[in-house]
């Protein structure tokens, strides 16, 4: 999958309100308009770009077409994004350390 493809699929926000929909658990159309405030036509278009971009599958249940969340296609992104992660991690771990330390003067604090 082109990476490119992938992160124009993300950059659009309905695209994202559903993804999050589906991340939680399959929907319907119906339900995917009321998630998203947008027309059926709206969505069938944006669920189809995310078919095809492979983010999203849809399987049949009897009449009804309940599409769920691919998350392995976002493992290229994940990928992409990996050589990033030293930039946030360093500043993440400074953070812990200093909440430990409020923690443990907190506790210090109410002992004495």
Do not use: C
């Amino acid at each position: 999958m082109d990476t490119n493809l992938l992160f124009e699929m993300l950059a659009e926000p309905h695209r994202r309100a559903m993804l999050d929909g589906l991340r939680r658990k399959e929907h319907t159309v119906g339900e995917l308009v009321e998630l998203t405030s947008l027309s059926q036509p709206g969505v069938s278009k944006h669920l189809r770009l995310l078919r095809e971009a492979g983010l999203v599958g849809v399987r049949r249940a009897g009449r009804t077409q309940l599409y769920r969340l691919r998350p392995e296609a976002l493992r290229e992104i994940d990928d992409w994004l990996q050589p990033y992660r030293r930039f946030w991690s360093s500043k993440l771990d400074a953070l812990e350390r200093r909440l430990d330390e409020e923690a443990s003067s907190s506790t210090l604090l109410k002992e004495e």
